[in-house]
């Protein structure tokens, strides 16, 4: 048997087992899809991510973001 560790940014423990490997191929190819595995440095965040990780927990809260990150964030869009 075999593992994958999969890192959400909220707080879900979840154990599952896979005992049909061609549905575990196809886990496996939709997990590469959807998320780009951990290869260098494991468990150290981006800055970005920990950035989103915060505002995150402040939206949670009800926390106002404040008009800088709001500016910074628009124009991170364009």
């Known amino acids: 048997m075999g593992q994958i560790i999969i890192e959400l940014p909220n707080r879900i423990n979840r154990r599952y087992r ?3 490997r061609e549905f575990a191929d196809a886990l496996i190819n ?3 899809i959807a998320a780009a595995p951990v290869k ?3 468990g150290k965040l981006t800055a970005e991510d920990a950035a989103d990780i915060r505002a995150a927990k ?3 809260k009800g926390d106002l973001v404040s008009w800088k990150e709001a500016e910074a964030y628009l124009d991170a869009l364009d």
Do not use: G, K
């Open 18 to 20: 896979v005992d049909n």
């Open 30 to 32: 939709s997990l590469e």
């Open 40 to 42: 260098n440095n494991p």
């Open 58 to 60: 402040r939206a949670r």
